[in-house]
């Protein structure tokens, strides 16, 4: 049975089958990363990932939607889809340029103040950490 390319129960199935090919690259990819870093380059890339997905958050917000929506409906105009095109990802590249350059001049207000308060602090935001009580040989006091 062949199944016309504009319906929609063929793009579910294409959807559907990239989307299973991303998570099984991204499984792969993982295993690699963790090898290739060992056990604390893992540690530092999770605390730095929530920054990281914050960043691409901001830099990328609803800009695919908008540019895939308004290609698809200019498709027969080729100067306006491209215009779109390219129109988003300058604003894109300059987000993301802006945004990486925040980051790199904030890392140390990044990795000191926020991240390790919040990963000694288990989430609370205190403003300093608790005091780690002393072991003794009757285990704690």
Known sequence: MKIPHKSIIYGTFLLTGVSFLCRGIGFFYRTFISQTFGEEGMGIYQLTAPVMSMAFSLCCAGFQTAISRYVAAKSEEKNTSLRFLFCGLTIT?????????????????????????????????????????????AGFQ
């Open 93 to 137: 590249t300059l987000l993301s340029s802006l945004l990486s350059a925040g980051i790199y001049i904030l890392s140390d207000f990044l990795s000191v103040k926020i991240t390790v308060y919040t990963a000694m602090d288990g989430g609370k935001r205190k403003g300093e950490c608790q005091k780690t009580k002393k072991r003794s040989s």
